[in-house]
C-alpha cells in the first residue's frame, strides 16, 4: 500500500485506479464490503480509496468530543491489508471544504487523480455543503467515460452496519458485538506515556496509552489483548476512565496491565484490542478495596484466557 497526501503531486503510477469514495473510519465491514464489490466491478486496475484527513467533523465540530474510531496510519494500513494499492488521503481543510461538487469531481478526481472508475455508498455526499450526491457522481463522471458503482450497504439483523452504530456499541459497553461489524476487536492504538507508578505500588504495573483522538468507550475494566512492536500479542486487563477512587484529573486515559510482562515499554506504540467489559467504572473506599478489585479483575480475565 501506498500512502499519497499532496493529491496535486500523484505520480503517473498511481493514476489510472479504480476508487473507492469515503471516510473509511474503523474499516468495517460494510467498508470491506465496499472494497470487495468494486475490485470484482473493474479487476483489471489497482485498487485505492479517497479518503479526508482529518475527518469532516472534526473540521466542523471541532468542540464534539473525541470519536474517532481509528487514526489515519491505522486507517491506512488496515486499508491495505485488504488490497488496497494507494490511499489518497486529501487534506480536509477550509478551502478544500468550499470547492463545489463540480469541482471536487474535476479538480480532484479527474485532474488530480486520473481515476478510472468509482465506487461508494448510496449516501455518499460531496462538495459545498454536501451539494453533491450520487446522481450527480454518476453525472459528471460519465461525459469522462468513467463508470460509477453504487454500492448499497451491507446490513445484519439489527440493520446496516457503519461507524456510528460501532460507535455507539462501544460507549454502551459492547465491544464484542462492536467486534462482530467492525470484522476485529477494536483497539486503541498509541504510544506508552510515563504515568504516575501508582499501578506498580498497587502490585499491577500499567502501561498507560492516552485515547487522545480516538473515542471513548464504556469507562471500565476490559479484558484485552496487547500486540507489542515486536508483534507478540499478550493477554491483560486494562481500566479506561478517570480513576474514580484516586481522583487524579478529568483526562480519561488507558492503562493495560499485561499478564507475566515486566519489560520497558515506555516510548513504544502498542494496539490494545478490548474483548469484554469486565465491569463498568465505581469508587472504591479506598486503595485497599481498590486493590482488591483490581486482583479480581486479573483473575477474571485470566479465566477468559485460560492463563
Not at 85 to 99: A, E, K, M, N, R
Not at 250 to 260: N, T, V
Request: charged share 20%; with cysteine; proline share 7%.
Amino acid at each position: 500500500m501506498i500512502l499519497h497526501t499532496d493529491w496535486r503531486n500523484i505520480p503517473d503510477t498511481a493514476r489510472g485506479t479504480v476508487a473507492a469514495l469515503g471516510n473509511f473510519d474503523g474499516v468495517h465491514r460494510g467498508h470491506v464490503h465496499l472494497l470487495h464489490a468494486l475490485h470484482t466491478a473493474r479487476p483489471d486496475h489497482p485498487l485505492s480509496v479517497v479518503t479526508f484527513e482529518p475527518h469532516p467533523r472534526e473540521l466542523f465540530r471541532p468542540q464534539d468530543p473525541s470519536f474517532r474510531l481509528m487514526l489515519a496510519s491505522t486507517r491506512a494500513e488496515t486499508l491495505g491489508e485488504h488490497g488496497v494499492q494507494h490511499v489518497f488521503q486529501i487534506p480536509f481543510d477550509t478551502q478544500l471544504s468550499h470547492l463545489s461538487a463540480g469541482q471536487f469531481v474535476q479538480d480532484i478526481l479527474l485532474e488530480g487523480l486520473g481515476v478510472s472508475h468509482v465506487a461508494c455508498g448510496g449516501d455518499f455526499a460531496f462538495g459545498h455543503r454536501r451539494t453533491g450526491n450520487v446522481e450527480t457522481l454518476e453525472n459528471m463522471l460519465a461525459p469522462h467515460g468513467i463508470g460509477l458503482t453504487v454500492v448499497p450497504q451491507l446490513t445484519d439483523e439489527g440493520g446496516p452496519i457503519s461507524s456510528s452504530r460501532i460507535r455507539r456499541l462501544l460507549q454502551e459497553g459492547y465491544p464484542e458485538r462492536a467486534a462482530e461489524e467492525l470484522g476485529r476487536p477494536w483497539s486503541v492504538v498509541g504510544p506508552v506515556m510515563h504515568g504516575d507508578q501508582r499501578g506498580r505500588l498497587l502490585g499491577f504495573p500499567t502501561a498507560n496509552v492516552p485515547l487522545g483522538r480516538l473515542l471513548e468507550p464504556a469507562r471500565g475494566v476490559y479484558a484485552v489483548l496487547v500486540t507489542l512492536p515486536d508483534g507478540r500479542v499478550l493477554p491483560g486487563v486494562a481500566n479506561i476512565g478517570r480513576r474514580p477512587t484516586i481522583n487524579d484529573g478529568q483526562e480519561s486515559r488507558l492503562e493495560a496491565h499485561l499478564f507475566d510482562f515486566d519489560e520497558d515499554l515506555y516510548g513504544q506504540t502498542l494496539s490494545v484490542a478490548l474483548l469484554a467489559l469486565l465491569r463498568e467504572e465505581k469508587r472504591f473506599s479506598g486503595l485497599d478495596e481498590l486493590k482488591a478489585q483490581i486482583a479480581r479483575d486479573a483473575r477474571k480475565a485470566r479465566d477468559i484466557f485460560g492463563c
